[in-house]
């Protein structure tokens, strides 16, 4: 009897055990994730010359139960070019001391100083994880290089030397920022401060890539104490949003995104998306019209209409809704919108071969690869936006402009928005 109850015990110890290790480890062996202890972490990371992402947890954490998958994702397709680690505070307390671990999860990124490991501020997704690793990699292959990862050797948090960043001084802060219709993301920076130029090549980069969208400036809060001040800048480097339209500006916010290019931009593009205007709709009526959509924007949508005497104002003004409709759901793109009369503009209309499929038809230009696509299917809502679609991820089957410069425009009147009323015969008289 006494057996059986001793063994009764161990069984339900066993289980109880087991239990534990099975509902609390967030990570197994299948996964990408090295499961790091104090056994090897050192063998591993420390002493390790590869680059490591290593996230700090807890089993009972659902931020942490939220975050895994994503992690595992992100370790599967880095595997073979950053590592990826996890740690289980909860079994190995002795690493939330040694780190400073304040809260779950933290994440740490092991470069080329392992003694100094860097906080992680990038997206929580697979693909913010995957993007910020790729940025850290870069910037510990050039210190290895002995470069400093930015072009123009910018001793500056943001301006540096990229022509794309904007400097913003007391004396020009108020017309360039605060009444300006533009979003504006502005760092306040210290030329001393290290983070501020671990900062620099990425907000560079950034800046080039939200032009046209977003603005990106950069102010010396050293010097230009007076805004430092007004702004309650007590760190470096601080990003504050200031949105679009004067009044916004008033009530500016702290950026609370990631610290790398690709997080930057993301963070501004979902922010901007819902404040920019809807896209113009303009009637090609001279060269200019047509060279503006198609020379200042990334592609031109260019569009067709049947003549006033086949549509009449009611229609067309349904087809120049639609239009404005669908266009206001591609805004973030950025592209030119306009439209003509069929018949109107001959020499634009055979750049693109449009005449043999009647009216209305639609054409997406890009100028710069001397490339278009045509919409073969119906004008309405559903085909009209699954060629808009295809085209904004790079897809659509293209033909070749063959030009070396915009076709001819003819100038003609604008639309009046009236009825066209038919041509008036004249008779000879007997």
């Given at each position: 009897?006494v057996?059986?109850t001793?063994?009764?015990?161990?069984?339900?110890?066993?289980?109880?055990?087991c239990?534990?290790?099975?509902?609390?480890?967030?990570?197994s062996?299948?996964?990408?994730?090295?499961?790091?202890?104090?056994?090897?972490?050192?063998?591993?990371v420390?002493?390790?010359?590869?680059?490591?992402?290593?996230?700090?947890?807890?089993?009972?954490?659902?931020?942490?139960?939220?975050?895994?998958p994503?992690?595992?994702?992100?370790?599967?397709?880095?595997?073979?070019?950053?590592k990826?680690?996890?740690v289980?505070?909860?079994?190995?307390?002795?690493?939330?001391?040694?780190?400073?671990i304040k809260?779950?999860?933290t994440?740490k990124v092991?470069?080329a100083?392992?003694?100094?490991?860097?906080?992680?501020?990038?997206?929580?997704?697979?693909?913010?994880?995957?993007?910020?690793?790729?940025?850290?990699?870069k910037?510990?292959v050039n210190?290895?290089?002995?470069?400093?990862?930015s072009?123009g050797?910018s001793?500056?948090?943001?301006?540096?030397?990229?022509?794309?960043?904007?400097?913003?001084?007391?004396?020009?802060?108020?017309?360039?920022?605060m009444?300006s219709e533009?979003?504006w993301?502005?760092?306040?920076?210290?030329?001393?401060?290290?983070?501020?130029?671990?900062l620099?090549?990425?907000?560079a980069?950034?800046a080039?890539d939200?032009?046209?969208?977003?603005?990106?400036g950069?102010?010396?809060?050293?010097?230009?104490?007076?805004?430092a001040?007004?702004?309650?800048i007590?760190?470096?480097?601080?990003?504050k949003?200031?949105?679009?339209?004067?009044a916004?500006?008033?009530?500016?916010?702290?950026y609370?995104?990631?610290?790398?290019?690709?997080?930057?931009?993301?963070?501004?593009?979902?922010?901007?998306?819902?404040?920019?205007?809807?896209?113009?709709?303009?009637?090609?009526?001279?060269?200019?019209?047509?060279k503006?959509?198609?020379?200042e924007?990334?592609?031109?949508?260019?569009?067709?209409?049947?003549h006033?005497?086949?549509?009449?104002a009611?229609?067309?003004n349904?087809?120049l809704?639609?239009?404005?409709k669908?266009?206001?759901?591609?805004?973030?793109?950025?592209w030119?919108?306009v439209?003509?009369?069929?018949?109107t503009?001959?020499?634009?209309?055979?750049?693109?071969?449009?005449?043999?499929f009647g009216?209305?038809?639609?054409?997406?230009?890009?100028?710069?690869?001397?490339?278009?696509v045509?919409?073969r299917s119906a004008?309405?809502?559903?085909?009209?936006?699954e060629?808009?679609?295809?085209?904004?991820?790079?897809?659509?089957?293209?033909?070749p402009l063959?030009?070396?410069e915009?076709?001819?425009?003819?100038?003609?009147?604008?639309?009046?928005?009236?009825?066209?009323?038919?041509?008036?015969?004249?008779?000879?008289?007997?």
């Amino acid at each position: 009897m006494v057996l059986t109850t001793r063994m009764s015990h161990l069984v339900l110890l066993c289980l109880t055990l087991c239990g534990i290790s099975l509902t609390s480890a967030l990570y197994s062996p299948s996964d990408a994730v090295v499961q790091l202890t104090p056994a090897n972490f050192d063998s591993q990371v420390t002493n390790g010359k590869e680059l490591w992402l290593v996230e700090f947890y807890a089993p009972w954490c659902g931020h942490c139960k939220n975050l895994a998958p994503e992690w595992k994702k992100a370790a599967s397709a880095l595997q073979g070019v950053v590592k990826v680690g996890a740690v289980d505070v909860d079994a190995h307390q002795e690493f939330g001391s040694r780190f400073g671990i304040k809260g779950f999860p933290t994440i740490k990124v092991f470069g080329a100083n392992k003694k100094s490991p860097t906080e992680y501020n990038g997206a929580r997704t697979a693909s913010g994880i995957v993007d910020s690793a790729m940025a850290e990699l870069k910037k510990l292959v050039n210190a290895r290089l002995g470069g400093s990862g930015s072009k123009g050797g910018s001793s500056g948090g943001g301006s540096g030397n990229n022509k794309d960043v904007i400097t913003l001084t007391d004396s020009n802060f108020e017309e360039m920022v605060m009444q300006s219709e533009d979003m504006w993301l502005v760092e306040f920076f210290a030329p001393w401060c290290g983070h501020c130029k671990k900062l620099a090549p990425e907000w560079a980069r950034a800046a080039t890539d939200l032009k046209g969208k977003v603005k990106l400036g950069a102010v010396d809060a050293t010097t230009e104490t007076n805004l430092a001040q007004k702004y309650g800048i007590r760190g470096y480097p601080t990003i504050k949003h200031f949105p679009s339209g004067k009044a916004a500006k008033q009530s500016p916010v702290d950026y609370d995104g990631g610290r790398t290019a690709s997080d930057i931009v993301a963070w501004a593009e979902t922010k901007a998306v819902v404040n920019y205007p809807p896209p113009e709709l303009t009637q090609i009526i001279d060269a200019e019209i047509l060279k503006e959509a198609c020379t200042e924007h990334s592609v031109c949508v260019v569009t067709f209409l049947p003549h006033i005497l086949d549509d009449m104002a009611v229609g067309r003004n349904k087809k120049l809704a639609l239009l404005k409709k669908i266009g206001n759901e591609f805004k973030q793109k950025n592209w030119g919108w306009v439209w003509a009369e069929g018949g109107t503009q001959p020499a634009v209309e055979s750049a693109v071969g449009v005449g043999g499929f009647g009216y209305p038809a639609m054409v997406v230009v890009n100028v710069k690869k001397n490339v278009f696509v045509t919409l073969r299917s119906a004008f309405d809502e559903e085909h009209v936006t699954e060629l808009l679609k295809a085209v904004s991820v790079g897809r659509g089957r293209t033909e070749p402009l063959q030009l070396t410069e915009l076709p001819k425009v003819d100038k003609i009147e604008k639309w009046d928005g009236k009825d066209g009323k038919p041509p008036v015969e004249e008779h000879d008289e007997f």
